[in-house]
């Protein structure tokens, strides 16, 4: 796949594909042929959306309570692959099956394709990268998924994990007992790595547990930041405080 991607950005080299990752949807790709050859290297990174959800793609989600997707419509970003931007698409990011839905236009009448799931592919979302990692739960259970990069540091890389589950609906039993509508819930966690370690581990949402997941170096020192700034790692900001200061 990288020897065709190579000849395919080689052929675009003038465009603006090859601006660097600015996080900005390129508004002129610089004609027709431009165009093309941009879609050519899109198209070789799509593929079939996951069979398990393939059923449920014409969903009515106006009948649960919730939503499979971060965004129920497509948004334009840029789509990056190693050091190279391939080009703007449109994507939806489906939580509940780990994967990302993608256009190459915003009509409405396009069929979405599912973006392969390469650990070299990125998306900036919101100024941050999404992207294919593995990683390690707090289970102990070694897994692989989407990560956002929230905080890149010197010492330590914070990631956010977004994840949705279904929860099937039960009918009224009873006219005394209210139907539970089938939901979509939606949860978030968060992963860190060290610098020179090939690995990316879960942070448990509490301050105790995170300490034990660090150097006995840094324990006292960030036990004591926590206390003194009454800091709580359930709550994001917190959490990114907490990795300003490990990366300081």
Do not use: H, W
């Amino acid at each position: 796949m990288r020897k065709i991607l190579m000849l395919v950005i080689i052929t675009i080299a003038s465009t603006t594909l090859q601006a660097q990752y600015s996080g900005q949807v390129p508004s002129n790709l610089g004609g027709a042929s431009q165009n093309a050859a941009a879609g050519a290297a899109i198209a070789i990174f799509l593929g079939p959306v996951n069979e398990a959800y393939q059923k449920r793609r014409e969903i009515d989600l106006d009948k649960f309570q919730g939503s499979p997707y971060t965004s129920n419509t497509f948004a334009p970003t840029v789509l990056k692959y190693e050091d190279e931007v391939v080009g703007s698409i449109y994507y939806r990011y489906n939580a509940l099956n780990e994967e990302i839905e993608i256009k190459k236009t915003s009509s409405e009448d396009e069929p979405y394709q599912a973006l392969v799931k390469d650990k070299e592919i990125s998306l900036l979302i919101n100024s941050k990268p999404l992207s294919f990692k593995t990683f390690v739960t707090e289970k102990n259970t070694t897994t692989n998924g989407y990560l956002t990069l929230l905080n890149k540091g010197s010492k330590y890389d914070l990631y956010q994990r977004t994840l949705v589950k279904f929860t099937e609906g039960q009918p009224a039993q009873n006219s005394f007992v209210a139907a539970v509508p089938s939901r979509f819930t939606k949860f978030t966690e968060y992963y860190f790595q060290k610098d020179g370690v090939n690995r990316i581990d879960q942070i448990p949402q509490k301050n105790k547990k995170l300490l034990k997941l660090l150097d006995a170096s840094k324990r006292e020192d960030v036990k004591v930041f926590l206390k003194e700034n009454s800091l709580n790692i359930k709550n994001e900001q917190d959490l990114i405080k907490v990795f300003d200061y490990l990366n300081s």
